[in-house]
């Protein structure tokens, strides 16, 4: 079992910076594929970013379109957290974010497809 406890949201203007945290506890997230995930209120859950428990052909990090160039997923295994740096904040990228781990590993992007979730942590980008 792995409890996962969002952290680092908060209102920002357009234009800012946030750093979301995700703190694993119960197992070690270096064998998980972790994802970041957000939902928009009347909006589904969509992904955001994926880091893989196991990188294959040289990738070690997968985006959404709407986020590349301005998001970074990355993780500290000595601190079994995984981290999303978010710049160049947009009104569009409010939501409530949540990290997910899977314990297939791989680069699956559907939320059904992962095991375990955090219990989110809202971002609200004002204009």
């Known amino acids: 079992q792995v409890q996962l406890v969002e952290s680092g949201g908060g209102l920002v203007q357009a234009g800012g910076s946030l750093r979301l945290s995700c703190e694993a506890s119960g197992r070690t997230l270096s064998t998980y594929t972790v994802g970041w995930f957000r939902q928009a209120p009347g909006k589904e859950r969509e992904f955001v970013a994926l880091?893989?428990?196991?990188?294959?052909?040289?990738?070690?990090?997968v985006y959404a379109d709407s986020v590349t160039g301005r998001f970074t997923i990355s993780r500290d295994n000595a601190k079994n957290t995984v981290y999303l740096q978010m710049n160049s904040l947009q009104p569009e990228d409010t939501a409530i974010y949540y990290c997910a781990a899977r314990r297939a590993g791989g680069f699956a992007r559907a939320p059904p497809t992962y095991d375990y979730w955090g219990q989110g942590t809202q971002v609200t980008v004002s204009s």
């Open positions: 880091t893989p428990a196991v990188s294959w052909g040289g990738v070690t990090t």
